[in-house]
Structure formats: structure tokens, C-alpha cells
């Protein structure tokens, strides 16, 4: 018999919207001039861009024209970090602050700054999995280029609080991005509300395609481009646009503002659902993060005595595709860089999965994995004979 399966892992990615493959497929196959050609099909293929655009901006808040697509939240966050920091270095700001939580995107961009010279600080976080604004005031200097906070967290879900965290930054000059991978789509975002300077999306987190993502960049601010060529995106990313994709997160973009709300409250119903009765069956288990401050869909869970890499194998056999943490770092077997820098020990970084549900999750897919979860561990954990720890 065919296992049934359940998709746990929407925050690695999600299935696409069978819409936005309609919408895709259909300008894959007849909008398939070059947008920057003056002729009908360039100017068919420029209309389907703006139109995108607008759906783009209407999901955070902004004006079409701030909007840069780009090959995704890497391209984005790269193009954020580096477009600022190089374009501020003249003025000699030569200071950029992150935190510890942060995407590889964004920690491997300013490790690769800092090999270049850019002091960098990261800031810690506590057993919450928030960063503190008393920490960010303490590490705010007078040549701060840019802070670059992430605004959900991809592996613990946890809300950071961004509004106040700009302000800080911008009282002492210094630009402010954040990664809203995990929140677009997920959470209503409004960039002046936040009052941020740069937010980095990506479609195939909300039911898009993936090699597609948009970051807002606030009008008037001036970046250095990362990619060099032709005058695309009011030159800030060179490159022929990839129109069927940025359709497709146009699309992604306008199905998601209408279902936010009802969406968000039907999943953390199911993730809260989910979380207690796990914690109420299973002794040694424990959330990871701030449990009031979320995106709805996520949950972090760590289970004592019990290898992650093995729990997820097993799950996988029982048809339940979960994570151990990011997508990009799972298969490494090194602890998450995240529960480590909340500073658990390590018999709760190594145990820890990640269930991240989505649209089409249902009651019925959690009260199976409530149903066979007890089991997969107790089995697991009779392999060992350490005691499990409350
Ligand atoms: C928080 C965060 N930032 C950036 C990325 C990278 O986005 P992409 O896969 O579009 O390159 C991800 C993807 O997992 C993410 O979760």
C-alpha cells in the first residue's frame, strides 16, 4: 500500500499554487518577448512585469518602483547587504551589525564582507531566539553602515521586533534591511509601518516559484549593483528578467493578501494543537524559542535522548517530511547555528525538528503525526539507555 504523505516543511519550501503554474506555464508560452524590446512582444512582456510589481509592492506596503526582483532571497539578501555597504563606504562607514539567528544569506555575506575589511558584530540571543534592542543601541557605532535583522526566523519561527530595532539603527545613521523570507505571505507586512530601508522576499516561500524573490528598496536610496550589464530594474540588478517567474510571484503575491489572516489563524490553531499534545504525550521534549512571538506555522521542538537526523529518517519512513533545521544546513549533522546561539545544550541543539505547516495541511495530518510520533521516539529512545531528562 502506498504510504500516505504528510508535508511538514513548508518553511523550506512550498508546493507552488496550481494558479500561479497556470499563469506561468501560459507566459512560458506565449509572453515571450524581451521586456526591454520596444516592439508589441517586448511591451506585452513589460506589462506582465508591471503588473507583478504591483502585486509585489501591495504585499509589503511599498510603491511599485522600489521594487528590485531578483533570483531570491540569496540574491536579495546579498544584494541588500553588499549594494548598501559598498555604497556607504566612501562616506568611511565601515561597521555592519547582524545577528547570530540570521539566514547563511546574510551571515556568509558579512563574513565575506569582513574578509574585506568591514568591521562586523553579531549580536547574540537569548533562550527566546529575540534579539534584545538594548544589545543593538550597545553595538550601534558612528560609522554603522547597515543592521541587517531578520524579520521571521526560517528554523524557530520567532518575530523579531523590527520597528523598534530600525529606530535604534536610524538614530545613529545607519541603514536598516531585513529578511522577510519567512513572514511574506505568512504575515501582513507593511515596510513604512516597520520603517525598515530594505526587504528581502522570495516567492517559493508563499506558494511561488523558486529562483524568483523581490527586495523593496526605499526611494531615493542608492545601492551598489552585484551583477553589472544592462539597465534592468532602473539598473540596480542587470540580466534579462526572468518574466514567467516574476509572474508567477505576482500571482503568489495577489492570492496570498486575501487568505492572510483567516490562514494565519487556522495554522497556528493546528501548530499550537500540534505542540501540546506532542509536549503532553512525549516526556523530554520542549519548544525551542519564544512561544508568544511566531509565525503561526512553525514549530521548533527538541526531544530529549532522541537523535534529530534519526527522528526525521524515521518520521520519513512513516510518511512525515519534516526538518532538523534549515533546509540548506540539514544533511550536515551539525547542530542548528541557531538553537546554538540561544545557548541550549547540546542535547536539545542536536534532538530538535522543525514542523512547518502550510495550506494544505490539515486536522486530520497533525492528529496522525500525534498519533504515530510517541511511538518513533519511544522505539528511538530504547536504543539508548540514558535516562530522559524532564
Ligand atoms: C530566512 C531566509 N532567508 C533567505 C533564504 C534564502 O532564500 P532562497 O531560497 O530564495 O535563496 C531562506 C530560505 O530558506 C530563508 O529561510
Same mark, same amino acid.
Given at each position: 500500500?502506498?504510504v500516505?504523505?504528510i508535508?511538514?516543511?513548508?518553511?523550506a519550501?512550498?508546493?507552488?499554487?496550481?494558479?500561479?503554474? /497556470? $499563469?506561468?506555464?501560459?507566459?512560458?508560452?506565449? @509572453?515571450?518577448g524581451?521586456?526591454?524590446?520596444?516592439?508589441?512582444?517586448?511591451?506585452?512582456?513589460k +506589462?506582465?512585469?508591471?503588473?507583478?510589481?504591483? +502585486?509585489v509592492?501591495?504585499?509589503?506596503g511599498?510603491e511599485?518602483?522600489?521594487?528590485?526582483?531578483t533570483?531570491?532571497?540569496?540574491?536579495g539578501?546579498?544584494?541588500?547587504?553588499?549594494?548598501?555597504?559598498?555604497?556607504l563606504?566612501? #562616506?568611511?562607514?565601515?561597521h555592519l551589525?547582524?545577528?547570530?539567528?540570521e539566514?547563511?544569506a546574510?551571515?556568509?555575506?558579512?563574513k565575506?564582507?569582513?574578509?574585506?575589511? !568591514?568591521?562586523?558584530?553579531?549580536?547574540?540571543?537569548? /533562550?527566546?531566539?529575540i534579539?534584545?534592542?538594548?544589545?543593538l543601541?550597545?553595538?550601534?557605532?558612528?560609522?554603522?553602515?547597515?543592521?541587517?535583522i531578520?524579520?521571521?526566523?526560517n528554523?524557530?519561527? @520567532?518575530?523579531?521586533?523590527?520597528?523598534?530595532?530600525?529606530g535604534l539603527?536610524?538614530k545613529?545613521?545607519a541603514?536598516?534591511?531585513?529578511?522577510?523570507?519567512?513572514?511574506?505571505?505568512?504575515?501582513?507586512?507593511?515596510?513604512?509601518r516597520l520603517?525598515?530601508d530594505l526587504?528581502?522576499?522570495s516567492?517559493?516561500?508563499?506558494?511561488?516559484?523558486?529562483?524568483v524573490g523581490?527586495? !523593496?528598496?526605499?526611494?531615493?536610496?542608492?545601492?551598489?549593483?552585484?551583477?553589472?550589464g544592462g $539597465?534592468?530594474?532602473?539598473?540596480?540588478?542587470?540580466?534579462t528578467?526572468?518574466?514567467?517567474?516574476?509572474?508567477?510571484m505576482g500571482? +503568489?503575491?495577489? *492570492?496570498a493578501v486575501?487568505?492572510?489572516?483567516?490562514?494565519?489563524?487556522?495554522l497556528?490553531?493546528?501548530?499550537d494543537?500540534?505542540?501540546?499534545?506532542?509536549?503532553?504525550?512525549?516526556p #523530554?521534549?520542549?519548544v525551542?524559542?519564544a512561544?508568544?512571538?511566531?509565525?503561526?506555522n512553525?514549530?521548533?521542538?527538541?526531544?530529549?535522548?532522541?537523535?534529530a537526523?534519526?527522528?526525521?529518517i524515521? *518520521?520519513?519512513l512513516?510518511?512525515?517530511?519534516?526538518?532538523? #533545521?534549515?533546509a540548506?544546513?540539514?544533511?550536515?549533522?551539525?547542530?542548528?547555528?541557531?538553537?546554538?546561539?540561544?545557548?541550549?545544550?547540546?542535547?536539545?541543539?542536536?534532538?530538535?525538528i522543525?514542523?512547518s505547516?502550510?495550506?494544505?495541511t490539515?486536522a486530520?495530518d497533525? /492528529?496522525?503525526?500525534?498519533?504515530?510520533?510517541?511511538?518513533?521516539?519511544?522505539?528511538?529512545r530504547?536504543?539508548?539507555?540514558?535516562?530522559?531528562?524532564?
Amino acid at each position: 500500500m502506498a504510504v500516505q504523505r504528510i508535508y511538514l516543511d513548508h518553511n523550506a519550501t512550498t508546493p507552488i499554487h496550481p494558479q500561479v503554474v /497556470e $499563469r506561468m506555464a501560459a507566459t512560458l508560452r506565449d @509572453t515571450y518577448g524581451n521586456p526591454s524590446s520596444v516592439h508589441h512582444f517586448g511591451q506585452q512582456a513589460k +506589462a506582465a512585469l508591471d503588473e507583478a510589481r504591483s +502585486a509585489v509592492a501591495a504585499l509589503v506596503g511599498a510603491e511599485p518602483s522600489e521594487v528590485v526582483f531578483t533570483s531570491g532571497g540569496t540574491e536579495g539578501d546579498n544584494f541588500a547587504i553588499r549594494g548598501a555597504a559598498e555604497a556607504l563606504e566612501a #562616506g568611511g562607514r565601515r561597521h555592519l551589525i547582524t545577528s547570530a539567528i540570521e539566514h547563511e544569506a546574510v551571515l556568509n555575506t558579512m563574513k565575506a564582507l569582513a574578509k574585506r575589511g !568591514w568591521r562586523t558584530t553579531v549580536l547574540p540571543v537569548g /533562550e527566546t531566539g529575540i534579539v534584545s534592542p538594548a544589545d543593538l543601541e550597545a553595538a550601534l557605532a558612528d560609522d554603522t553602515a547597515l543592521v541587517s535583522i531578520m524579520h521571521a526566523n526560517n528554523e524557530i519561527g @520567532t518575530i523579531q521586533p523590527i520597528g523598534e530595532l530600525a529606530g535604534l539603527a536610524h538614530k545613529r545613521g545607519a541603514l536598516f534591511h531585513t529578511d522577510a523570507v519567512q513572514s511574506a505571505g505568512k504575515l501582513p507586512i507593511d515596510v513604512k509601518r516597520l520603517g525598515v530601508d530594505l526587504l528581502t522576499t522570495s516567492a517559493h516561500k508563499f506558494y511561488g516559484p523558486k529562483g524568483v524573490g523581490a527586495t !523593496w528598496v526605499r526611494r531615493g536610496l542608492r545601492l551598489l549593483p552585484i551583477l553589472y550589464g544592462g $539597465r534592468h530594474e532602473r539598473s540596480r540588478r542587470a540580466g534579462t528578467e526572468n518574466v514567467a517567474g516574476i509572474v508567477g510571484m505576482g500571482v +503568489a503575491a495577489r *492570492l496570498a493578501v486575501p487568505t492572510m489572516a483567516s490562514e494565519a489563524e487556522r495554522l497556528a490553531a493546528l501548530r499550537d494543537h500540534l505542540e501540546t499534545a506532542v509536549l503532553a504525550a512525549i516526556p #523530554g521534549t520542549a519548544v525551542n524559542g519564544a512561544r508568544a512571538q511566531r509565525v503561526p506555522n512553525t514549530t521548533n521542538i527538541s526531544f530529549d535522548r532522541t537523535e534529530a537526523e534519526s527522528l526525521l529518517i524515521a *518520521l520519513d519512513l512513516a510518511g512525515i517530511a519534516v526538518s532538523t #533545521g534549515s533546509a540548506c544546513s540539514s544533511g550536515t549533522l551539525e547542530p542548528s547555528h541557531v538553537l546554538k546561539a540561544m545557548g541550549l545544550p547540546p542535547h536539545r541543539t542536536q534532538n530538535s525538528i522543525r514542523f512547518s505547516l502550510g495550506h494544505a495541511t490539515t486536522a486530520a495530518d497533525v /492528529e496522525r503525526v500525534v498519533a504515530v510520533l510517541p511511538g518513533i521516539v519511544d522505539k528511538l529512545r530504547s536504543l539508548t539507555r540514558v535516562p530522559v531528562r524532564a
